[in-house]
């Protein structure tokens, strides 16, 4: 009898180890590869989780490629190896800042917390549509293109699409494009990818 106890208390324990495994396994973060180029919804997609759970009902203040001096991989398809979304509830003075790195080991989010002032407007994540590449599209196909062909001294790393919202224009992808004193500028909707500005300077 004692061996039959023995061995239904190894197979509980084997059992469990097995389901601990598989579902860190599943985790969003454990299917991401080192370096890995993801998408602004996809990097969101690993964060959300841990996001609701630290404030329920956050909404997206702001997301974009954050600054890493030599390591930008940002490419005209709106894709990047890390992304950096700032999250509150509405009316929340104390966001957090998420951060995802897939050239970084362990692959996984990293929240900071900072004070600043209440952001009058933010992104529902329910109700974002549209995402990096998408929006990169939209401005390739409305001026940036050939913007970009006039402008041989661009550089991408130095191109800035973040994902931003206001009272007047709603969520919407704000892109930025600078070559010495010349730009391109688009602001875009994050919901129906309509253009909503385009600003060109010489």
């Known amino acids: 009898m004692k061996w039959l106890v023995r061995l239904a208390v190894v197979a509980t324990v084997i059992g469990l180890g097995f389901v601990l495994t598989s579902c860190g396994g599943s985790s969003p973060a454990a299917k991401l590869e080192q370096g890995q180029r993801v998408t602004a919804m996809e990097a969101w997609e690993v964060m959300e989780g841990e996001v609701m759970d630290w404030k329920p009902g956050s909404m997206i203040i702001s997301a974009r490629p954050p600054s890493r001096p030599g390591k930008e991989d940002l490419g005209t398809d709106g894709r990047s190896s ?16 998420y951060s995802l790195d897939t050239t970084v080991k362990p692959i996984k989010p990293n929240r900071t917390e900072q004070r600043r002032p209440v952001a009058p407007a933010s992104v529902d994540p329910a109700a974002w549509q549209i995402d990096s590449p998408a929006a990169m599209e939209v401005a390739l196909a409305n001026g940036l293109e050939e913007w970009m062909g006039a402008n041989a ?18 969520s919407y992808w704000h892109i930025l494009a600078k070559d010495g004193a010349s730009s391109f500028e688009m602001s ?3 919901i129906d990818g309509s253009v909503i500005s385009t600003v060109v300077t010489p």
């Open 82 to 97: 890390a992304w950096r979304f700032v999250v509150a509830p509405e009316g929340d003075p104390l966001p957090g800042i």
């Open 153 to 170: 001294g661009f550089q991408i790393s130095t191109m800035t699409p973040e994902l931003i919202a206001t009272v007047e224009d709603g």
């Open 188 to 190: 875009l909707s994050a």
